[in-house]
């Protein structure tokens, strides 16, 4: 699968704005999944992939995208918005993150910003 076409046929397939990050979401995914599968070791091969495995993937992913957004545009971690993280991997304090400042020329970036994070969170 050539990812340049790919991205193309994303964005012919989304005709607005959100439904282009929605597809770009999944087909991101989809693309990181079967990469993650392809350059496995012989012996790790060995060990199966349920379907459970790739959904925990896609919702990490979901988590990584709305720990972004949410810190990038309000400062603080989605936990301070009440949303639990749980699962069996190894939890940790976002770091290196910090509120973007938005000047009075980037306003509508900013709105698209705060859009992107509630989306994500919801």
């Known amino acids: 699968m050539n990812p340049s076409s790919l991205i193309d046929q994303v964005v012919q397939a989304a005709p607005d704005r959100r439904r282009f990050f929605q597809k770009l979401t999944a087909?991101?995914?989809m693309l990181a999944a079967s990469a993650?599968?392809?350059?496995?070791?012989?012996?790790?091969q060995t060990a199966d992939i349920t379907d459970v495995d790739?959904?925990?993937f896609a919702l990490n992913l979901e988590y990584l995208e709305a720990e972004f957004y949410t810190v990038a545009t309000t400062g603080n971690t989605i936990?301070?918005?009440?949303?639990?993280i749980t699962g069996d991997g190894t939890q940790g304090p976002t770091?290196?993150?910090?509120?973007?400042s938005f000047n009075n020329n980037v306003i509508?970036?900013?709105?698209i910003?705060?859009?992107?994070?509630f989306d994500e969170r919801a």
């Open 36 to 44: 993650a599968i392809s350059t496995q070791s012989a012996d790790a």
């Open 113 to 117: 910003f705060l859009e992107l994070a």
């Open 79 to 84: 936990d301070a918005f009440g949303i639990g």
């Open 54 to 56: 790739i959904l925990q």
């Open 27 to 29: 087909y991101s995914s």
């Open 108 to 111: 509508p970036l900013q709105n």
């Open 95 to 100: 770091v290196g993150g910090n509120i973007i």
